[in-house]
């Protein structure tokens, strides 16, 4: 089932600015992981943050996880046009639902020069 | 090293036909997963299997099926296509199991996109 819930469904900045999206989740989990999707391309993993772990970075990428809130954010820094993209968070559930992730239904970023 | 490779990108099939969508990896990873991606709804698992030989249910099984007979192939058939199976299908693979708490992210092709008329 989806529990990732994306936060704004579609965000406009422009070049150098920084890019904040949310996802907010219902239950209990292992990790949570964020990924990039182009258009019309695969999704590709960003990064991966624990349940143990409060905030992660790589490069120009910042993800917090509050899982008192059950909340994630992830920050891009200085955004180019480039990284224009739709991005998904999902979660691995601390449950016996299976071996499989639950995606969100992303947010839209559109980065213009 | 070409990861997660799906065949075709393109389809387009008449209601009730069958057809399968090929999905291979040279990563030798463990495990394998389909998704389908509508808009607006995000991806939803299909199937999904943790070895040769072993396939297991997603939250959207009905109408598909799969078979793992190598580590390498992951093949999603369609068994009578209906309208409603319109969608963009994504192949992934993960060297452990997605999910339980492996931390192991996933590898996806570039989608097969199916209209169905």
């Known amino acids: 089932s989806q529990q990732g819930e994306e936060d704004p469904q579609a965000l406009s900045i422009q070049e150098g600015e920084n890019a904040t999206m949310n996802c907010s989740y219902k239950t209990s989990i292992n990790n949570l992981q964020w990924y990039r999707q182009n258009s019309g391309r695969g999704l590709v993993h960003l990064i991966l943050?624990?349940?143990?772990?409060r905030e992660k970075h790589s490069g120009r990428l910042r993800v917090t996880l509050d899982t008192s809130k059950k909340s994630s954010s992830l920050l891009i820094t200085a955004s180019r046009a480039a990284d224009t993209a739709s991005y998904f968070c999902?979660?691995?559930?601390?449950?016996?639902?299976?071996?499989?992730?639950?995606f969100g239904k992303g947010t839209s970023l559109l980065v213009t020069p | 090293n070409a990861g997660v490779t799906q065949t075709p990108k393109f389809q387009v099939l008449k209601t009730g036909q069958s057809m399968t969508l090929q999905c291979a990896q040279d990563?030798?990873?463990?495990?394998m997963s389909w998704y389908r991606q509508d808009p607006g709804m995000g991806l939803r698992l299909i199937h999904y299997s943790v070895g040769a030989g072993i396939t297991d249910q997603g939250e959207v099984p009905n109408g598909y099926n799969v078979s793992r007979s190598t580590t390498e192939d992951f093949p999603l058939r369609l068994l009578s296509a209906a309208p409603s199976q319109t969608s963009v299908y994504f192949c992934?693979?993960?060297?452990?199991?997605?999910?339980?708490?492996?931390?192991?992210?996933?590898?996806f092709g570039n989608g097969t996109r199916l209209t169905v008329t």
């Open positions: 992934a693979s993960s060297p452990y199991p997605a999910g339980g708490g492996y931390n192991s992210p996933l590898h």
């Open positions: 943050i624990r349940s143990n772990e």
């Open positions: 999902a979660t691995d559930p601390n449950s016996n639902s299976g071996y499989a992730l639950n």
């Open positions: 990563m030798n990873h463990e495990y």
